[in-house]
């Protein structure tokens, strides 16, 4: 047997989804404001950040879970989800990597995440996040050098608390829709990045996402500023153990790009997506929005997105500085029965603004793919740009790709392209591909890498391969 | 609002001969309507048209009441030269004349459906409003195997001497095995600001061909809208083209639904708007079974402060597979204050089709101007032959010649 084919034979199964047995810290089950003031508390904040939170907490009230979205799923009970869990040992944080819950440790060398020793040879600085708190950060002392901030978003509250005062909530305000303002009433943590100005960030910055506790949400928060003339590349990446309820995942991502900076924010989404009958599985209601706020300025969406019982986002971008750029690129697979409801929103203020949406869709099995998204070119947004690409592929009559573009063009000395195509696997293809010796499922893997490569390419290359591989995982079973 | 509603209701009740039992049906239709009110913006359909903002806005305080007693006086200057043809008029909302002079009298059988009510699928509010207050509803049968000689010419005239501000006409068309219809709707209105809700029902039998015309060309203020629900069997042919330009608002609404294998459906349309007009189509496309095909080209050119919307959606059921499916919507902004919306959307579930959608927007191509200015025309004709050139990509594609001459010549678009 090649190595291929045993690569493909360990892959198969979702290999992550084991759980570790740690001791946890938790807040008491239910959404109350005791319940905020108890994280609050815990994570030791400042009375700002608890009546930021507070805010967001009688904003939630008032609000209704939205229903217009495609993937339909039973009601959520706010009140039974453990809205805080952490290890036992990071009670008192740990000074440095050595002195981690080995548990921990092992748990992440499982997920193929070194916080050790491997991180310094691949060279990319790693904030893994536990349930609901950041356990380690790597490359710390390297990245301060060069007057970078990368830190748990608990750590930046206390010791930036004039960046994170100035920035939290600025594109994601507390009064948002249901599950950003849910995130902002309860977020436990997440990263934090400040680049200063003019650094070029010498490394991937990389976050790894992990729920391991059951009945837990996970809302952390990602807040991402690139000062004049910085550029930052950032990876995300999450996984989940089998469980056989659903989990939430409500995450708020925030990126500001000022004058002349550049953001690249990467996603491989691996959340366990349910077993082979759609039992079980994480919802990934996740709010993600760019601000490019300065003249100049580029933010760049990539996502890979193979995993979630339901995934259900829309990375947006805001162009408000002249001249300023916003990118989305996006694969998305879905095989048994997951459902995606996904895309993004180009929102055009400025003069001379560009942006450019390619999304590729995959469906397989019983699941339902839906790209959904705005394009929005105000009356001020000056000789303006958009081209979207979004192609859907079809695998098997069970399987359903829909496609929903909102285009608003308010401006005449700007330009709107928008393409899509909705096919399958063509006969000729296969047969060209199964004639030289590829065996059909080869095929269809090879010819869905094709389709997927002008996003592939735009990964950072440690991800870009383990998203190609984990394309072809996705679509295991679903050929024949 | 509801009170008027109510009494007008009453009044339009008294004077028809109704049974108990159609009383109620309408009776249920209007208490829908007053449950649900005009569409609103909240309303996924209807969010880039708020009719109920536009109504308020525009006319205020509608009445439904439209006494029917005393004739009205066919003005036979508006009737179309050159150009032989049946007649159906509507003036005010009453049907004055129905003439099909040039065809078989036997082969053509007109029924009056007054009491039926039309469901319709993917409709809203609207319907019900018709329901509740149309009067006469008359079906026009094509029998088995009859193609009109004769296309028939649907004229809607409003004028000065209206009864109310709201007129809401329904006719249905059954088009038996073999047969054919060509069909222009032609809109004169004279009066002022008024809301017509027009419903239209087409059976489309096997082998049949619908060409539907829509020409709203002359300037009015009214708030128009129209909608079109067309089932087709085996092999049928529907054609439906749309001219939006006329009225302060307008909405054409198509809902096709392919039946039968075979079947194919294709719409284009041409928004030409100037002033604070605005205009929107939706279009539904549901491809039901397999080998189904549906085509649709929608071009814009938007002047001053107009706002064109065109919503256009493809349906492919899991058990049509082969479905081809196109649509284009291409918009030309001549006025910084002009805008155009689009919502083109695929919903689809089976694999073997081929579907596609595009959508562009933007200003006149400089380069162009520039190349035909360069060979001495002025700015002023170089814009208007790209126009030209650009709306006339639509209208080539109706495929009667007739017909297409008499609507190039309604909107002055020179080959």
């Known amino acids: ?169 600025s594109v994601i305000p507390t009064s948002d829709h249901f599950f950003a303002t849910l995130n902002s009433a309860v977020f436990t943590d997440g990263s934090f990045v400040y680049i200063p100005k003019g650094v070029r960030c010498p490394m991937e910055l990389s976050t790894y996402f992990r729920i391991n506790a059951s009945n837990t949400g996970q809302f952390e928060r990602t807040l991402i500023i690139a000062d004049k003339g910085s550029y930052v590349s950032y990876l995300e990446g999450c996984t989940a153990p089998m469980r056989d309820e659903n989990q939430l995942h409500a995450a708020n991502v925030e990126l500001i790009a000022l004058d002349d900076a550049e953001i690249k924010y990467s996603t491989v989404q691996n959340w366990y997506p349910g077993d082979k009958d759609g039992k079980g599985g994480i919802y990934n209601f996740v709010t993600k929005r760019g601000l490019c706020k300065g003249k100049n300025s580029k933010i760049s969406w990539t996502q890979v997105e193979t995993g979630s019982a339901i995934t259900w986002k829309y990375p947006s971008c805001i162009l408000k500085g002249d001249n300023s750029v916003g990118e989305f690129y996006s694969i998305a697979i879905t095989n048994n029965h997951q459902k995606a409801d996904t895309g993004t929103k180009m929102i055009h203020l400025g003069k001379n603004t560009k942006s450019k949406i390619i999304s590729k869709g995959i469906s397989a099995g019983s699941s339902d793919m839906t790209y959904r998204g705005l394009v929005d070119i105000s009356s001020k947004a000056k000789n303006s740009t958009n081209y979207t690409q979004c192609d859907s592929l079809l695998m098997g009559n069970k399987c359903g790709a829909h496609t929903v573009p909102y285009i608003k063009n308010k401006n005449s000395e700007s330009n709107i392209a928008h393409e899509a195509t909705t096919s399958k696997i063509s006969e000729e293809q296969l047969h060209y591909c199964q004639q030289r010796g590829l065996n059909p499922e080869e095929a269809v893997g090879l010819i869905v890498n094709g389709f997927c490569k002008e996003v592939l390419q735009q990964l950072p290359m440690e991800f870009a391969v383990e998203a190609q591989k984990l394309v072809g995982i996705s679509l295991e079973g679903s050929v024949g | 609002m509801k009170e008027q509603l109510q009494k007008d209701f009453n009044n339009s009740i008294k004077n028809l001969s109704l049974s108990q039992k159609d009383i109620e049906i309408k009776k249920f239709c209007l208490d829908n309507f007053l449950d649900k009110g005009f569409p609103s913006r909240k309303e996924e359909d209807w969010r880039f048209s708020d009719l109920n903002q536009i109504i308020k806005n525009n006319i205020g305080e509608l009445s439904f009441y439209n006494d029917q007693a005393s004739t009205n006086k066919v003005d036979t200057s508006v009737f179309v030269d050159g150009l032989e043809h049946n007649k159906i008029v509507f003036i ?237 919507s291409k918009a030309i902004l001549l006025n910084k204050e002009s805008e155009f919306n689009a919502k083109p959307e695929l919903e689809i579930y089976a694999d073997d089709v081929k579907c596609s959608h595009g959508s562009a927007s933007g200003s006149l191509n400089e380069d162009s101007i520039f190349y035909l200015m360069s060979r001495g025309l002025s700015y002023q004709q170089s814009r208007e032959l790209l126009i030209n050139g650009f709306l006339l990509d639509v209208v080539e594609k109706i495929t009667d010649s007739e017909i297409k001459n008499l609507i190039k010549n309604m909107i002055g678009i020179k080959e």
């Open chain 1, 1 to 169: 047997m090649d190595n291929r084919q045993k690569e493909i034979n360990n892959l198969k199964d979702y290999k992550y989804g084991f759980s570790t047995d740690i001791e946890n810290i938790q807040a008491p089950k239910g959404l109350n404001e005791d319940v905020i003031k108890f994280i609050s508390n815990i994570k030791k904040e400042p009375t700002w950040m608890l009546e930021f939170r507070l805010k967001a907490f009688e904003r939630f009230k008032v609000l209704k879970e939205p229903d217009w979205q495609k993937p339909k799923f039973p009601k959520i009970d706010y009140q039974d989800l453990y809205y805080y869990s952490a290890p036992k040992s990071m009670k008192d944080k740990p000074k440095s990597l050595d002195e981690l819950d080995p548990k921990l440790l092992e748990t992440y060398k499982k997920l193929g995440i070194p916080l050790q020793e491997q991180a310094r040879l691949n060279g990319i600085a790693v904030d893994a996040v536990f349930d609901s708190v950041s356990v380690a950060t790597t490359f710390k002392d390297e990245l301060t050098k060069q007057g970078i901030i990368f830190c748990p978003i608990s750590e930046a509250i206390q010791n930036h608390p004039e960046l994170v005062k100035k920035y939290l909530g």
């Open chain 2, 92 to 328: 005010n909302g009453r049907i004055e004349k129905i003439d099909f002079d040039y065809e078989k009298k036997d082969q053509i059988e007109i029924i009056d459906q007054s009491e039926t009510i039309n469901e319709f699928k993917n409709s809203n509010s609207l319907s019900d409003l018709n329901n509740a207050f149309t009067k006469k509803c008359f079906k026009i049968l094509v029998k088995k195997g009859y193609q009109l000689v004769k296309p028939l010419i649907i004229y809607h005239t409003t004028n000065s001497k209206i009864w109310s501000k709201n007129i809401n006409l329904r006719l249905n068309f059954e088009l038996d095995k073999d047969s054919s219809l060509r069909l222009i709707d032609l809109f004169n209105d004279t009066s002022e600001k008024n809301f017509l809700n027009i419903f239209y029902n087409f059976e489309l039998k096997e082998n049949a061909v619908l060409k539907n015309y829509k020409v709203d060309k002359l300037e009015n203020k009214n708030i128009k809208y129209s909608f079109n629900n067309i089932d087709q069997d085996k092999n049928s042919i529907s054609e439906t083209f749309i001219l939006s330009s006329g009225s302060n608002f307008s909405k054409n609404e198509i809902n096709c639904n392919l039946n039968g294998i075979y079947a194919s459906a294709f719409v284009n349309g041409v928004f030409s708007l100037n002033n604070d007009k605005h205009h929107e189509i939706r279009s539904i496309i549901n491809h039901l079974t397999e080998n189904t095909k549906s085509f649709q080209l929608i071009k814009s050119v938007l002047d001053e402060s107009s706002k064109a919307v065109y919503q256009g959606k493809i349906f492919v059921n899991s058990d049509a597979q082969k479905t081809d499916g196109y649509q284009l």
